[in-house]
């Protein structure tokens, strides 16, 4: 008879520490992010110089990366919890972690450029 994955007792990990830091850096973040974007903003919205402006301000240029990386870390952890509660090998946890960690270099590493070119 196999074995139930659904029986065992969870372990904390890391992963799990972080995606609840994560996720409470996201409700503050999120909460910043759309005052500041969707409230104060003239209209409710704000146009591409006004999002310049914005984003040169060093204070909001730091709170939208630490947004990015928040979004990002949340997101992919998430993702990485579903695939291992349904029970997968430790070699295809390691290959699943490992992709995941690249894409989310590669997707923060975008969201940076992008800031950096609209900032320039």
Same mark, same amino acid.
């Given at each position: ?49 006004? =999002? =310049? ?11 939208? /990366?630490?947004?990015?990386?928040? =979004? ?6 998430? =993702?990485?919890? /579903? ?38």
């Amino acid at each position: 008879m196999s074995q139930n994955t659904f029986d065992q007792e969870p372990r904390p990990t890391l992963a799990w520490i972080w995606q609840v830091a994560t996720g409470l850096g996201l409700v503050i973040l999120l909460g910043l992010h759309m005052i500041a974007n969707h409230f104060i903003a003239k209209g409710g919205l704000r146009d591409y110089a006004a =999002v =310049v402006a914005y984003l040169r301000n060093p204070i909001i240029l730091v709170l939208e /990366i630490f947004f990015l990386v928040c =979004v990002t870390t949340h997101a992919l952890l998430g =993702v990485r919890a /579903i695939f291992l509660d349904f029970g997968v090998s430790d070699r295809v946890e390691q290959l699943v972690t490992r992709i995941l960690k690249w894409m989310g270099v590669l997707t923060i590493s975008y969201g940076l450029v992008v800031m950096w070119f609209v900032i320039r």
